[in-house]
Protein backbone atom coordinates (compact mmCIF):
# COMPACT_ATOMS: atom_id res chain seq x y z
CA UNK A 1 0.00 0.00 0.00
CA UNK A 2 2.75 2.47 0.38
CA UNK A 3 4.17 1.68 -2.75
CA UNK A 4 0.99 2.47 -4.30
CA UNK A 5 0.69 5.95 -2.19
CA UNK A 6 4.40 6.88 -3.36
CA UNK A 7 3.17 6.20 -7.03
CA UNK A 8 0.50 8.55 -6.57
CA UNK A 9 2.57 11.51 -5.07
CA UNK A 10 4.91 10.91 -7.46
CA UNK A 11 2.46 11.04 -10.21
CA UNK A 12 1.37 14.49 -8.98
CA UNK A 13 5.09 15.73 -9.02
CA UNK A 14 5.40 15.06 -12.05
CA UNK A 15 1.65 16.78 -13.52
CA UNK A 16 3.12 19.46 -11.57
CA UNK A 17 6.18 20.15 -13.15
CA UNK A 18 4.79 19.63 -16.28
CA UNK A 19 1.67 22.21 -16.95
CA UNK A 20 1.33 22.09 -20.12
CA UNK A 21 0.49 18.21 -20.34
CA UNK A 22 -1.29 18.27 -17.19
CA UNK A 23 -3.85 20.70 -18.86
CA UNK A 24 -3.92 18.76 -21.47
CA UNK A 25 -4.57 15.57 -19.48
CA UNK A 26 -7.24 16.88 -17.27
CA UNK A 27 -8.92 18.82 -20.71
CA UNK A 28 -9.09 15.35 -22.59
CA UNK A 29 -10.17 13.35 -19.06
CA UNK A 30 -13.26 16.01 -18.58
CA UNK A 31 -14.22 15.74 -22.06
CA UNK A 32 -13.83 12.30 -22.27
CA UNK A 33 -15.93 11.83 -19.15
CA UNK A 34 -18.85 14.41 -19.58
CA UNK A 35 -18.72 13.50 -24.02
CA UNK A 36 -20.35 11.12 -26.11
CA UNK A 37 -19.48 7.15 -25.57
CA UNK A 38 -17.21 7.40 -29.21
CA UNK A 39 -15.44 10.32 -28.19
CA UNK A 40 -14.07 8.48 -25.43
CA UNK A 41 -13.06 5.62 -27.51
CA UNK A 42 -11.52 7.63 -29.62
CA UNK A 43 -9.40 9.85 -26.91
CA UNK A 44 -8.39 5.84 -25.50
CA UNK A 45 -7.57 4.92 -29.17
CA UNK A 46 -5.30 8.13 -29.81
CA UNK A 47 -3.67 7.34 -26.64
CA UNK A 48 -3.14 4.18 -27.40
CA UNK A 49 -1.48 4.39 -30.81
CA UNK A 50 0.48 7.44 -29.39
CA UNK A 51 2.07 4.61 -26.59
CA UNK A 52 2.47 2.46 -29.15
CA UNK A 53 4.43 4.31 -31.78
CA UNK A 54 6.47 5.56 -28.58
CA UNK A 55 6.98 1.88 -27.82
CA UNK A 56 8.27 1.03 -31.30
CA UNK A 57 10.66 4.45 -32.02
CA UNK A 58 11.68 3.59 -28.30
CA UNK A 59 12.43 -0.50 -28.99
CA UNK A 60 14.27 0.53 -32.34
CA UNK A 61 16.44 3.34 -31.07
CA UNK A 62 17.47 0.62 -27.74
CA UNK A 63 18.83 -2.02 -30.67
CA UNK A 64 20.11 0.29 -33.15
CA UNK A 65 21.96 3.06 -30.60
CA UNK A 66 22.16 2.16 -26.87
CA UNK A 67 22.93 -1.45 -26.66
CA UNK A 68 26.66 -2.67 -27.47
CA UNK A 69 27.47 -4.55 -30.87
CA UNK A 70 27.61 -8.03 -30.26
CA UNK A 71 31.47 -8.52 -30.47
CA UNK A 72 34.35 -8.85 -28.36
CA UNK A 73 36.02 -5.40 -28.76
CA UNK A 74 33.28 -3.24 -31.27
CA UNK A 75 35.65 -0.33 -31.21
CA UNK A 76 38.65 -2.04 -32.49
CA UNK A 77 36.32 -3.02 -35.74
CA UNK A 78 37.11 -1.37 -38.82
CA UNK A 79 35.44 -2.12 -42.35
CA UNK A 80 37.71 -1.21 -44.93
CA UNK A 81 36.46 -1.12 -48.99
CA UNK A 82 37.09 -0.24 -52.46
CA UNK A 83 35.04 2.28 -54.71
CA UNK A 84 35.15 2.77 -58.37
CA UNK A 85 32.60 5.41 -60.31
CA UNK A 86 30.15 3.38 -61.33
CA UNK A 87 29.61 1.41 -57.98
CA UNK A 88 29.56 2.58 -54.14
CA UNK A 89 31.29 -0.62 -52.96
CA UNK A 90 33.56 -2.40 -54.98
CA UNK A 91 34.06 -6.00 -53.97
CA UNK A 92 37.84 -7.35 -53.98
CA UNK A 93 39.06 -10.85 -55.35
CA UNK A 94 40.82 -13.23 -53.57
CA UNK A 95 44.20 -11.92 -54.69
CA UNK A 96 43.85 -8.55 -54.23
CA UNK A 97 42.65 -9.10 -50.75
CA UNK A 98 45.59 -11.26 -50.18
CA UNK A 99 47.68 -8.15 -51.59
CA UNK A 100 46.13 -5.79 -49.48
CA UNK A 101 46.26 -8.48 -46.21
CA UNK A 102 49.80 -8.94 -46.84
CA UNK A 103 50.62 -5.44 -47.46
CA UNK A 104 48.45 -3.58 -44.84
CA UNK A 105 50.25 -3.82 -41.51
CA UNK A 106 48.20 -1.38 -39.34
CA UNK A 107 45.44 -4.05 -38.21
CA UNK A 108 45.99 -7.00 -35.85
CA UNK A 109 43.53 -9.29 -37.88
CA UNK A 110 41.77 -9.25 -41.52
CA UNK A 111 39.52 -11.08 -42.52
CA UNK A 112 37.26 -10.97 -45.25
CA UNK A 113 33.48 -11.50 -45.86
CA UNK A 114 31.29 -11.71 -49.42
CA UNK A 115 27.77 -12.33 -49.36
CA UNK A 116 26.20 -15.15 -51.56
CA UNK A 117 22.67 -15.93 -52.65
CA UNK A 118 22.75 -20.37 -52.61
CA UNK A 119 20.23 -22.39 -53.72
CA UNK A 120 19.16 -25.59 -52.06
CA UNK A 121 17.69 -28.11 -54.59
CA UNK A 122 17.19 -32.01 -53.97
CA UNK A 123 13.89 -31.41 -52.44
CA UNK A 124 10.20 -30.56 -53.32
CA UNK A 125 10.74 -27.34 -54.74
CA UNK A 126 14.18 -25.32 -54.89
CA UNK A 127 14.92 -22.52 -52.07
CA UNK A 128 17.22 -19.41 -52.31
CA UNK A 129 19.29 -19.20 -49.00
CA UNK A 130 21.59 -16.57 -47.98
CA UNK A 131 24.96 -17.20 -47.07
CA UNK A 132 28.43 -15.85 -47.02
CA UNK A 133 31.63 -16.78 -48.27
CA UNK A 134 34.31 -16.20 -44.98
CA UNK A 135 38.29 -15.69 -44.91
CA UNK A 136 40.16 -18.37 -43.28
CA UNK A 137 40.76 -16.38 -40.19
CA UNK A 138 37.13 -15.15 -39.80
CA UNK A 139 36.34 -17.02 -37.03
CA UNK A 140 40.11 -17.47 -35.09
CA UNK A 141 42.22 -14.60 -33.46
CA UNK A 142 44.99 -14.50 -31.05
CA UNK A 143 42.78 -15.05 -28.41
CA UNK A 144 39.05 -16.51 -28.93
CA UNK A 145 37.69 -15.30 -31.87
CA UNK A 146 37.72 -12.52 -33.83
CA UNK A 147 34.07 -11.37 -34.05
CA UNK A 148 33.87 -12.86 -30.17
CA UNK A 149 31.71 -15.82 -32.06
CA UNK A 150 31.91 -19.61 -31.99
CA UNK A 151 31.00 -21.29 -35.20
CA UNK A 152 27.73 -23.23 -33.72
CA UNK A 153 28.00 -25.97 -36.89
CA UNK A 154 30.27 -27.81 -38.49
CA UNK A 155 34.41 -27.13 -38.78
CA UNK A 156 36.01 -24.44 -38.94
CA UNK A 157 38.25 -23.64 -42.18
CA UNK A 158 41.41 -23.26 -40.41
CA UNK A 159 44.55 -20.84 -42.18
CA UNK A 160 46.95 -24.13 -42.84
CA UNK A 161 43.60 -25.54 -45.09
CA UNK A 162 43.91 -22.45 -47.51
CA UNK A 163 45.54 -24.09 -50.93
CA UNK A 164 48.20 -21.99 -52.05
Keep these: MTDLIHDIRYGFRTLLNRPGFTILAVLTLALGIGATTSFTILAVLTLALG ?8 SVINGVVLQPLP ?4 GQLVQVWTTQPENDRDNWSGAT ?11 EEFAGICGASLTLTGYDLPRM ?4 SVTSNWFESSSDTACGRRSSVGMR ?7 S
Excluded: H, N, Y
Excluded at 51 to 58: H, K, L, P
Excluded at 129 to 132: E, T, V
Design 51 to 58: IGATTSIF
Design 71 to 74: FRDP
Design 97 to 107: FIDVMEQCGSF
Design 129 to 132: LMGA
Design 157 to 163: VLLADRS
